[in-house]
């Protein structure tokens, strides 16, 4: 994306970036979707098992609305449209774009210079080894077994 725009107040110039879904981040928000919903409690950095390279890509995930924290340097915490995304039942607009930490919507004019269109994309397009995991899947699966 080569999407740059200056700051009126202190004429700093800021440039968008895009985030698309890839293996390693759809790789660490399972990691860390997983821990959560454990025991559905939040989740302190030093607490996931990342390391600090996938950590930092990690936290840009919150630019896709399926992780949030409530304040800076906080617990993280997995959303409900997370939640839907590692179930497999929603899919997600990729790539997202964000602009000095603020994440830029479908109508920004950041969008005209990008080359790739985004698209819908599951989480089982990302990991194909990702299967659904909900408790009544593999209640229904233990029942076709047995």
């Excluded at 399926?66 to 997370?82: C, F, P, R, S, V």
């Excluded at 899919?91 to 997202?96: D, R």
């Excluded at 080894?129 to 009544?136: Q, S």
């Amino acid at each position: 994306m080569k999407y740059k725009e200056v700051c009126e107040c202190c004429g700093q110039q800021k440039t968008a970036y895009t985030l698309p879904l890839n293996q390693g981040l759809v790789g660490a928000f399972i990691k860390f979707a997983e821990k959560f919903l454990e025991n559905h409690e939040p989740i302190s950095k030093g607490k996931i098992g990342l390391t600090n390279a996938q950590y930092s890509n990690f936290q840009n995930l919150r630019h896709y609305g399926i992780i949030k924290q409530y304040e800076k340097g906080n617990e993280w915490y997995l959303t409900d449209l997370g939640e839907a995304f590692y179930y497999g039942e929603v899919g997600l607009m990729s790539p997202v774009a964000f602009m000095a930490g603020v994440t830029l919507d479908d109508n920004h004019p950041c969008w005209q210079s990008e080359k790739n269109k985004r698209v819908m994309v599951g989480i089982t397009e990302i990991l194909s080894t990702h299967y659904k995991r909900r408790p009544e899947y593999v209640e229904e699966k233990s029942n076709q077994i047995g």
